[in-house]
């Protein structure tokens, strides 16, 4: 176990260090704004919200940036697969965003566009994984139907003999998951939003207007109080307890999922795609000179 985060982490330092927040910067006592979280969820709003106008939000990391889930997220950029127009062009601005940042901030995303698999591997997955990919395409997703010697050919570790057909966007793949929040949080900075590190929340506080509860702030587990007008909650697997605090549920519940990162591999090239396999409840990439393959439960 330790010499596979230690594999994760020579791959994933990178963006620590760009790190540039500090904790010595005074807490604000007002803001339009206050961003709880400081994970790839939270520094994503926040960097969207001043690109929307509004320049007086704070951003409080309770740790520090990416200390949560997001520094060990598998990164993967996927277009592919959803029946949703609104969810599809979700994920193509946001290849398209993981793409641009770089030139826009100087932060590296680890952005690879090396092409994503989806296998489907009996007949009731290759119906739908094709209804999909008809709705996909009118969608502007390119996505592709090859045969397991394609398939093969992209990925040549894979097994194929019990595939029906792969669905491939050339155009989709990974990310850096700390590099991508680095540069979402730099390109925050640069429209001036503030990002604090070592300061917690508490609580939400309230007030009733005409009979409706609105958010009035938060108090840090300093003791400190920010009057905000809006306060977003980013809290990750922390969210569900501190929205109970105002009696708002958020239907989030953390749950444990594992993958593998293996030392060096021969033959394994870094530029292979993503492949996913529902079948089978897992997902393989290359990760540095290995592979990392995730697990998900049936």
């Known amino acids: 176990d330790g010499i596979m985060l230690r594999n994760l982490l020579k791959v994933r330092k990178s963006g620590w260090k760009q790190r540039a927040f500090s904790s010595n910067s ?5 803001a339009r704004a206050v961003v709880i979280g400081g994970g790839i969820i939270g520094n994503s709003v926040a960097y969207h919200l001043a690109k929307m106008g509004m320049k007086d939000v704070v951003l ?6 990416t200390a949560g889930t997001t520094w060990h997220a598998a990164g993967l950029m996927v277009t ?11 994920r193509k601005y946001t290849r398209k965003l993981y793409s641009e940042l770089e030139a826009e901030t100087g932060q590296a995303t680890g952005f690879k566009p090396v092409g994503f698999i989806e296998l489907a591997a009996d007949a009731d997955r290759l119906e739908e994984y ?3 990919s008809a ?12 045969s397991p010697q394609e398939v093969q ?7 194929v003999d019990d595939i029906q057909a792969g669905f491939y966007v050339k155009e989709d793949g990974r990310v850096n ?3 991508v929040t680095m540069a979402l949080a730099k390109g925050a900075r640069m429209q001036g939003v503030k990002i604090l590190e070592n300061v917690g929340v508490a609580d939400i506080t309230e007030k009733v207007f005409n009979g409706h509860r609105r958010v009035t702030g938060v108090v840090t587990t300093a003791g400190e109080v920010i009057e905000a007008e809006y306060v977003i909650n980013c809290a990750g697997m922390w969210a569900r307890q501190l929205g109970e605090k105002n009696r708002v549920v958020i239907p989030n519940q953390a749950a444990e999922h594992y993958y593998i990162v293996t030392d060096a591999m021969p033959n394994v090239d870094p530029n292979w795609p993503v492949v996913e396999d529902p079948s089978s409840y897992t997902y393989i990439r290359p990760e540095g000179s290995g592979l990392m393959v995730g697990l998900f439960e049936p």
């Open 80 to 90: 592919f697969g959803s029946m949703n127009e609104t969810s599809t062009d979700m």
């Open 130 to 132: 094709r209804r999909i």
């Open 26 to 30: 005074p807490v604000p006592k007002q």
């Open 177 to 179: 998951p700390v590099d």
């Open 135 to 146: 709705i996909n395409r009118k969608h502007g997703v390119d996505v592709h139907e090859i």
């Open 60 to 65: 409080l990391e309770q740790q520090q940036v």
């Open 153 to 159: 050919k992209l990925f040549p570790l894979c097994r």
